[in-house]
């Protein structure tokens, strides 16, 4: 049998050169060209023909070990989202031969209906070939293809028409079915408008139809702050979309964003007639409390009155600050106002402790506040009543009575008049200048007078004030009592103990400066133009009664030893 050879063998063909030296030469071109022509790119795709967003592979390969960044995927980005390429590389022998190669896989989306082109990708020395993509509304087997990610956004408005300065309520409700990173979720807006969020997100888990949703409501308020008609852009939802298959390798992000429908309110202004602070809302209350609950006090006894007002979708900064005028035989301290909220109302409590410094009858002022009713578009006004009080002398405190100053300045006073009849015309200028002085003397032994009874009169108010937690002990020695009142903050307390320690030391030499340093820290706790409490002061107390301490305990100690020899 003859054996025919279709192609010659490569000794035949090494041969025809002649020389050995040109022969190998010869051979290891010929080598080197068939590796070369090995050294092939090739793309792939699972599917031709896809839906818009639908995901399908891209695989490109080629037939050598190369860098895993020699594939340029950029140009893709005009007609479709990929995601970031799975890479492979490696190398096999098979019969002595050894074959290398390098394989990008990437996952793929188009963006948009009609027919696109895969671009071709040069790798090295080698390039793939275009793919054509069709892309269709629909998948090639008739069944619909989602579209639109399973993300469900919407948004209400409790009202469309509002007057300037009302808070309307605007909730979003969200709904996510699809694995997402980077997402926010950004308020309405509009010109003219105040926009806040109010508390936090509500989210819960729910299963529908089989498959797990992540559910988010968030509220805002809405305060227009101009009349007319305002264009109010719905809130809006942005994220990226986490897609891919296992099997491809790879996963695509692909950016999302969705935003509620605008909307168009009608604002109104303020009526020309409404008369007061402009306060439009659909429901306002006012309530108030009187602690204790009684007819009549001592003088230097407190009452507590607390106000309690609520409006219905109110911000906090829109809550009117309330003032009330007081007689001058009362002392008020007003706490710093709390806010709160209460279903959709927003509340801010106000305490007043009132001190009265003179007995007789005593009237504390009612309380109305105007505000527009936006449901019946009318002006209606809220008031909560005073209260008429008979205050009583107080025991043992016959100094802490301020008598009206109709009365004081003539009791002063008084001495003058003899003085004046005394001096006749024609003794001249004299007298005259006499009774100057006298009034002026007279003068101010009365501005003194009242400012050591109101002095008197803030010291014994304060004290009656104090919380239990701060009652005195009997047992305490009252210069350690303000030593540890000084130590814990505690002004009230170290009020009292002064109180104690000053009728047991009454021409004490320290006793002016002390008693100027602890009024100085109860007006920066609690008078009515409080001021900063000052570091250095309270350390400067604080050391002199330390010093008072240590000087007390040398003195019991050196009478001790000077009676110690005298006890058998």
């Known amino acids: 049998m003859t054996r025919l050879n279709t192609f010659p063998s490569s000794q035949a063909t090494c041969s025809r050169w002649g020389s050995p030296v040109v022969a190998l030469i010869a051979c290891m071109l010929l080598l080197f060209s068939a590796a070369s022509q090995a050294a092939q790119a090739v793309a792939t795709v699972s599917k031709n023909i896809v839906g818009v967003n639908e995901v399908f592979q891209l695989q490109v390969s080629i037939d050598d070990n190369v860098n895993t960044n020699a594939l340029d995927l950029s140009v893709l980005g005009d007609h479709f989202n990929y995601g970031s390429p799975q890479v492979s590389s490696g190398q096999n022998f098979i019969n002595g031969v050894v074959s290398r190669n390098t394989t990008w896989t990437v996952a793929l989306a188009a963006k948009a209906v009609g027919d696109f082109t895969i671009p071709s990708f040069k790798i090295g020395a080698t390039q793939t070939d275009p793919i054509t993509i069709k892309v269709l509304k629909t998948a090639t087997n008739g069944a619909a293809v989602d579209t639109k990610p399973n993300i469900a956004l919407s948004a209400t408005l409790d009202k469309e028409s509002a007057y300037i300065g009302e808070t309307l309520r605007y909730t979003v409700r969200l709904r996510i079915g699809e694995q997402m990173s980077d997402a926010s979720l950004q308020g309405p807006s509009g010109d003219g408008l105040n926009v806040k969020q109010v508390g936090d997100d509500r989210q819960f888990e729910s299963v529908i139809n089989g498959r797990r949703y992540l559910i988010i409501t968030r509220d805002y308020q809405i305060t227009p702050s101009k009349a007319g008609k305002i264009l109010l852009r719905g809130a809006t939802f942005n994220g990226t979309l986490v897609k891919g298959n296992r099997g491809f390798g790879s996963t695509l992000r692909i950016p999302f964003e969705e935003q509620t429908d605008d909307q168009t309110l009608m604002v109104k202004g303020k009526p020309a007639d409404y008369k007061g602070l402009w306060l439009p809302t659909e429901d306002l209350q006012l309530d108030q409390e009187w602690e204790p609950t009684t007819s009549s006090l001592k003088v230097g006894e407190p009452i507590t009155r607390i106000l309690t007002l609520r409006i219905k979708n109110a911000e906090q900064s829109s809550m009117p600050n309330i003032t009330l005028t007081y007689p001058s035989s009362v002392r008020v301290y007003d706490e710093k106002p709390e806010y709160g909220s209460v279903d959709d109302y927003t509340t801010m409590t106000l305490k007043q402790v009132i001190i009265p410094r003179a007995e007789g009858k005593l009237t504390l002022p009612a309380l109305s506040i105007n505000w527009w009713n936006t449901n019946t578009a009318k002006q209606q006004t809220t008031k909560v009543d005073g209260l008429t009080l008979d205050i009583q002398p107080g025991e043992a405190n016959a100094s802490l009575v301020v008598a009206p100053q109709t009365q004081a300045t003539p009791a002063i006073t008084a001495p003058v008049a003899p003085a004046a009849e005394v001096a006749p015309v024609s003794h001249g200028i004299w007298p005259w200048i006499s009774g100057i002085f006298a009034l002026l003397a007279a003068s101010f032994a009365a501005l003194w007078w009242r400012e050591r ?103 019991d100690n050196k009478q001790k030893s000077a009676l110690e020899p005298m006890i058998p």
């Open 453 to 555: 009874t109101q002095r008197i009169a803030l010291t014994h108010a304060l004290a009656q004030h104090a919380t239990p937690t701060m009652r005195v002990l009997p047992d305490t020695d009252p210069l350690q009592g303000m030593i540890n009142a000084v130590e814990n903050d505690q002004a009230i307390l170290l009020q009292t103990y002064f109180q104690q320690w000053i009728k047991q030391n009454p021409s004490h030499p320290d006793s002016e400066n002390i008693r100027t340093l602890v009024e100085n820290q109860m007006k920066a706790r609690y008078s009515s133009d409080k001021k900063t409490i000052n570091k250095e002061e309270l350390n400067a107390l604080k050391t002199c009664l330390q010093s008072l301490k240590k000087r007390d305990l040398n003195t």
